[in-house]
């Protein structure tokens, strides 16, 4: 073993200590009486709340991640389904919150659509009632490859974060075409992302390179789920490692996306080790500065966010389809959902680019089961 694979080794080991009390934090956000779990401790006192969608599937993802689906009591799984089907809306088929700000935010929206779908199937079960692609048309813009091309380029990338997560939108709807039609929209879309990239970054829009990475991580879906290859990707890695080793990255978002890329298109890339080793320590150091007294992590630098589809926004930056908050917390300086499922996300990631297999954080997890056995 190499000098820098020890230290990477080292490092792994030392990131590992971040989570000591992270599970008995993440079985304290759990609500029998919903078959919920709260986004965050503040949540549980805001009057006449109960858990929502996206915090709830986190938690179920935060699960499988720690290899603990399977030792769920039974009747907590059954709470589970229960609360994901009471989300789903019988005439529309989609999944809502009770705050009714979430259905004018279509990026909210189809984020609670395919949490809910994809908890419910995790948990062997199904929606009640027919989904929208089932049931409804597609839209209009997605008429004909050129609709969607146009659609696009109305696209706002002021802010490439939302700009490009908003571009996303429709490839849900993409991949439920025939295969024809499918093969002609996508090399639509590719063309068109292809001749708005920037040659110098390998970015997407506008905003900080913090921004700008987490733009660039949004639209890799529309590559990873369709099977293309990603343009430019020495050009993303070198900027990202440009980005990390001299901005501060405030939100953990910031943290775990260029991880994400790295880890997601990594194997066409040669990541020298000891470049690796200091990725991964600029990590750690940015992880510890969101790692909370409760145990959890904050999405953002100064405080977990109260309304987490809406981004805090500095002085000077755009941020466009700014929609109307939704609040599931009081923004306080505490451990929140978003961000401790993203921390066990950037852990597996940085795994993943060590060329080390990913285990679950035994035995920390037991603490956990022994928690949550305690209320059956």
Not at 46 to 67: M, Y
Not at 333 to 349: H, S, Y
Request: proline content about 7%; overall charge negative.
């Amino acid at each position: 073993m190499t000098t820098s694979q020890q230290q990477i080794q080292e490092l792994l080991t030392e990131m590992d200590t971040l989570f000591t009390d992270f599970y008995s934090w993440l079985a304290g956000q759990y609500d029998p009486a919903s078959g919920g779990f709260y986004y965050a401790q503040s949540s549980f006192e805001i009057e006449n709340f109960i858990p929502d969608i996206e915090s709830t599937a986190q938690a179920l993802n935060i699960l499988a991640r720690s290899g603990l689906s399977n030792s769920l009591p039974e009747p907590m799984k059954q709470e589970i389904v229960t609360f994901f089907q009471k989300k789903q809306d019988p005439v529309t088929g989609y999944f809502y919150d009770a705050d009714p700000n979430m259905r004018k935010d279509e990026v909210m929206v189809m984020r609670g659509l395919g949490y809910s779908t994809g908890s419910l199937r995790r948990l062997g079960s199904a929606p009640q009632y027919p989904l929208p692609h089932e049931s409804q048309a597609r839209p209009d813009y997605l008429k004909t490859p050129e609709t969607y091309v146009a659609w696009l380029q109305d696209v706002d990338l002021r802010n490439s974060w939302r700009g490009c997560d908003f571009m996303g939108t429709p490839n849900h709807h993409i991949a439920k075409m025939e295969e024809a039609e499918r093969k002609q929209f996508i090399a639509a879309g590719q063309a068109y992302f292809a001749s708005i990239q920037d040659p110098e970054t390998g970015f997407w829009g506008e905003g900080n390179r913090y921004i700008r990475i987490s733009g660039t991580f949004k639209l890799s879906a529309f590559y990873t789920h369709f099977e293309v290859p990603l343009p430019n990707v020495e050009r993303i890695y070198e900027t990202i490692l440009q980005c990390l080793r001299e901005d501060e990255a405030r939100d953990m978002c910031w943290i775990r996306n260029p991880i994400d890329l790295l880890g997601t298109f990594g194997h066409v890339l040669t990541i020298p080790q000891e470049e690796l080793a200091e990725i991964i320590q600029i990590t750690i150091a940015n992880m510890r500065k969101l790692l909370r007294a409760d145990g959890g992590f904050s999405r953002e630098i100064h405080q977990s966010p109260p309304a987490p589809n809406v981004a805090q926004v500095k002085e000077g930056e755009f941020y466009p389809y700014m929609p109307i908050p939704v609040p599931i917390g009081k923004g306080r300086i505490e451990g929140d959902m978003n961000a401790g499922t993203q921390a066990l996300l950037i852990r597996e990631f940085c795994h993943k680019l060590a060329g080390v297999e990913h285990q679950p954080l035994h035995p920390l997890t037991d603490t956990f089961i022994q928690t949550i056995q305690a209320h059956y």
